[in-house]
């Protein structure tokens, strides 16, 4: 059959007896090495990282004297507080006082025992006489010395003694004539004859003062102990 003009015909013809000259590359699924040198050739290395740069001296000596010096504030922090709160000891030698004399009056069915001091100041700074709500007066009880509080006791809280000046204060403490079964008006009856206080008054007034071997004075909050001698002199 004729060809059309233009047109060419191309046949791949192949034969079973045709020999393949060309060669079969293998696959594989690993990846591919990195290329060995040839030999003689010089090995060639990934330069080396440098280490990290060591810190600064000057640096770590002050961040360790930093950490030192807060530590030592603390500790003077620590020791300045319980100074400061330390308790003060007590003592007996900044307030002395002199007794003067003990007046004994009747108030109703009260006995009232006023005993009259000189306190004299030896501190540095004026001392205000404390009230009952943070000072107390007891009496020394004879034979032991110890100390009983006085209920009821009264004075002055508002007296300043001056830095090295003496000071008169008045401590009065009641006495209910019910507690040892007597009146005012029995004690106060006296022999039509007799001048001055009543025999029984004066009795009794001396047996109340012989319960006592002096007094003290206690001042809790400048922690001051006041002895009080007990070397009265007794008036009405």
């Given at each position: 059959?004729?060809?059309?003009?233009?047109?060419?015909?191309?046949?791949?013809?192949?034969?079973?007896?045709?020999?393949?000259s060309?060669?079969?590359?293998?696959?594989?699924?690993?990846?591919?090495?990195?290329?060995?040198?040839?030999?003689?050739?010089?090995?060639?290395?990934?330069?080396?990282?440098?280490?990290?740069?060591?810190?600064?001296?000057?640096?770590?000596?002050?961040?360790?004297?930093?950490?030192?010096?807060?530590?030592?504030l603390?500790?003077?922090?620590?020791?300045?507080?319980?100074?400061?709160?330390?308790?003060?000891?007590?003592?007996?030698?900044?307030?002395?006082?002199?007794p003067?004399?003990?007046?004994?009056?009747?108030?109703?069915?009260?006995?009232?025992?006023?005993?009259?001091?000189?306190?004299?100041?030896?501190?540095?700074?004026?001392?205000?006489?404390?009230?009952?709500?943070?000072a107390?007066?007891?009496?020394?009880?004879?034979?032991?010395?110890?100390?009983?509080?006085?209920?009821?006791?009264?004075?002055?809280?508002?007296?300043?003694?001056?830095v090295?000046?003496?000071?008169?204060?008045?401590?009065?403490?009641?006495?209910?004539?019910?507690?040892?079964?007597?009146?005012?008006?029995?004690?106060?009856?006296?022999?039509?004859?007799?001048?001055?206080?009543?025999?029984?008054?004066?009795?009794?007034?001396?047996?109340?003062?012989?319960?006592?071997?002096?007094?003290?004075?206690?001042?809790?909050?400048?922690?001051?102990?006041?002895?009080?001698?007990?070397?009265?002199?007794?008036?009405?």
């Amino acid at each position: 059959m004729a060809q059309s003009a233009g047109v060419r015909n191309t046949r791949i013809v192949s034969s079973a007896r045709a020999k393949f000259s060309g060669k079969i590359k293998k696959m594989s699924s690993e990846s591919p090495q990195d290329p060995q040198p040839a030999p003689g050739e010089p090995v060639q290395t990934a330069p080396a990282q440098a280490p990290p740069a060591p810190l600064n001296r000057s640096l770590l000596m002050a961040a360790a004297f930093g950490a030192g010096f807060a530590v030592l504030l603390a500790i003077l922090a620590g020791a300045a507080y319980l100074w400061m709160n330390r308790p003060k000891p007590w003592t007996s030698a900044a307030i002395t006082a002199t007794p003067t004399r003990v007046v004994a009056e009747t108030s109703g069915e009260e006995l009232h025992l006023q005993f009259r001091y000189a306190l004299t100041n030896h501190t540095n700074a004026d001392y205000i006489i404390m009230g009952p709500e943070n000072a107390a007066l007891m009496k020394r009880l004879p034979g032991n010395a110890s100390l009983q509080r006085l209920d009821g006791a009264n004075w002055d809280a508002t007296i300043r003694i001056p830095v090295g000046q003496t000071v008169n204060v008045v401590f009065d403490v009641p006495i209910r004539l019910a507690d040892y079964n007597t009146s005012a008006d029995e004690l106060n009856s006296s022999d039509p004859n007799s001048t001055g206080m009543p025999a029984q008054y004066s009795q009794f007034v001396q047996s109340r003062l012989g319960e006592m071997d002096g007094l003290v004075f206690m001042d809790y909050a400048d922690r001051y102990r006041i002895d009080l001698p007990r070397d009265w002199q007794t008036t009405k």
